[in-house]
């Protein structure tokens, strides 16, 4: 019995290392599950519309901020009087309009008086009573009120354009004036504030950044060999590097990826490398989890730290669900 119970223990070590060693190749090798994840969140990119000096800076780096919030103010000076220039356009192109609009009524009297006076020498023409060249004299008068009336309706239409353009202007004025606070378009925290006040800022340029609070999600990049075993709508657990564990669902899979073994080549041809490698690693993709809305602890999350995500629930290939 001495005998036989070492070579018992030693088979049964090499069992349970077999086992153990079966179940660690299935894991490593086949099981839904990724060191390589990252949280990520939406970043706003803020940039001023108007240039100018800044006159106020109103946050702080990292600090939250509300949506509407204040953030920074351009000097408005030279856009309080660009409005106050537009305005003043807009009185005189609508008094042009007005004046424009005058001509036309007197110049439709003086034409209509011009046609009855017409008519009348006409009549007396064909009585005889005046001369006919009395007549031609009324008829020209006619065209040339005609003419002038026309003349007038091409001012008047040249008046009402301007008066169109001065309130374009006068919008684009204001709007301009509006532009020099620059507010918070999404909730969140301002991160690495470089902006300082009396710095100043160019139409376009970026000013700060803003980490939309309500964006964070978690970006698992998976090995190819393992998505068969991942869905949309799988329960995933996700572990910070810092030790926070939270659950997670797959919202999404990407579907492509770059392939750095078709760079285009010559004439838009395949530029494939000559030489191939016997030794393939199985290409990642990106998963992006949603994170559970119930998570007591998103306010403590930081975009582009380290995580590991493991699929909890997943798909066969019969289509039914079944636990790691």
């Given at each position: 019995m001495?005998k036989?119970?070492?070579?018992?223990v030693?088979?049964?070590v090499?069992?349970?290392?077999?086992?153990?060693?079966?179940?660690?190749?299935?894991?490593?090798?086949r099981?839904?599950?990724?060191?390589?994840?990252?949280?990520r969140a939406?970043?706003?990119?803020?940039?001023?519309?108007v240039?100018g000096?800044i006159?106020?800076?109103?946050?702080?780096?990292n600090?939250h901020?509300e949506?509407?919030?204040?953030?920074?103010?351009?000097d408005?000076?030279?856009?309080v009087?660009?409005v106050?220039?537009?305005?003043r356009?807009?009185?005189?192109?609508?008094a042009?309009?007005?004046?424009s609009?005058?001509?036309?009524?007197?110049?439709?009297?003086?034409?209509?008086q011009?046609?009855?006076?017409?008519?009348?020498?006409?009549t007396l023409?064909?009585?005889?009573?005046?001369?006919?060249?009395?007549?031609?004299?009324?008829?020209?008068?006619?065209?040339?009120?005609?003419?002038?009336?026309?003349?007038?309706?091409a001012?008047?239409g040249?008046?009402q354009?301007?008066?169109?353009?001065s309130?374009?202007?006068?919008?684009?004025?204001?709007l301009?004036?509006?532009?020099?606070?620059?507010?918070?378009?999404?909730?969140g925290?301002?991160?690495n504030?470089l902006?300082?006040?009396?710095?100043?800022?160019?139409a376009?340029?970026?000013?700060?950044?803003?980490?939309?609070?309500?964006s964070?999600?978690v970006s698992?990049y998976?090995?190819?060999?393992?998505?068969?075993r991942?869905?949309?709508?799988d329960?995933?657990?996700?572990?910070?590097?810092?030790g926070?564990?939270f659950?997670?669902?797959?919202?999404?899979?990407?579907?492509?990826?770059?392939?750095?073994?078709?760079?285009?080549?010559?004439r838009?041809?395949?530029?494939?490398?000559?030489?191939?490698?016997?030794?393939?690693?199985?290409?990642?993709?990106?998963?992006?989890?949603?994170?559970?809305?119930?998570?007591?602890?998103?306010?403590?999350?930081?975009?582009?730290t380290?995580?590991?995500?493991?699929?909890?629930?997943?798909?066969?290939?019969?289509?039914?669900?079944?636990?790691?």
């Amino acid at each position: 019995m001495k005998k036989i119970m070492p070579r018992l223990v030693t088979a049964a070590v090499v069992v349970l290392a077999f086992v153990l060693g079966w179940f660690a190749w299935e894991h490593y090798t086949r099981a839904p599950w990724t060191r390589d994840a990252r949280v990520r969140a939406d970043v706003v990119t803020l940039s001023a519309d108007v240039a100018g000096r800044i006159v106020s800076l109103a946050v702080q780096d990292n600090q939250h901020v509300e949506k509407g919030q204040l953030l920074l103010e351009i000097d408005p000076a030279r856009y309080v009087l660009a409005v106050e220039h537009a305005r003043r356009s807009v009185e005189v192109a609508k008094a042009a309009l007005g004046q424009s609009e005058a001509t036309i009524v007197a110049s439709g009297a003086l034409l209509r008086q011009r046609q009855s006076e017409e008519r009348r020498r006409r009549t007396l023409k064909d009585r005889a009573a005046i001369s006919g060249e009395e007549w031609e004299k009324s008829s020209t008068d006619v065209a040339v009120a005609q003419a002038e009336l026309l003349r007038n309706q091409a001012i008047l239409g040249l008046a009402q354009a301007n008066v169109q353009l001065s309130i374009a202007a006068l919008t684009q004025a204001e709007l301009d004036l509006q532009r020099t606070r620059v507010e918070a378009p999404v909730t969140g925290y301002v991160t690495n504030l470089l902006t300082r006040q009396g710095d100043y800022a160019t139409a376009g340029g970026a000013l700060l950044a803003l980490v939309d609070s309500d964006s964070f999600y978690v970006s698992g990049y998976f090995e190819e060999t393992k998505l068969p075993r991942i869905e949309e709508g799988d329960r995933v657990r996700i572990e910070l590097m810092s030790g926070e564990t939270f659950g997670g669902t797959v919202k999404s899979i990407a579907f492509a990826i770059a392939d750095r073994e078709n760079l285009p080549g010559g004439r838009l041809l395949a530029n494939i490398n000559p030489s191939y490698t016997w030794v393939k690693l199985a290409q990642r993709v990106p998963v992006r989890i949603q994170i559970d809305a119930d998570y007591a602890g998103k306010n403590r999350l930081r975009a582009g730290t380290t995580a590991t995500v493991t699929v909890q629930e997943n798909h066969t290939d019969a289509g039914t669900h079944n636990p790691l």
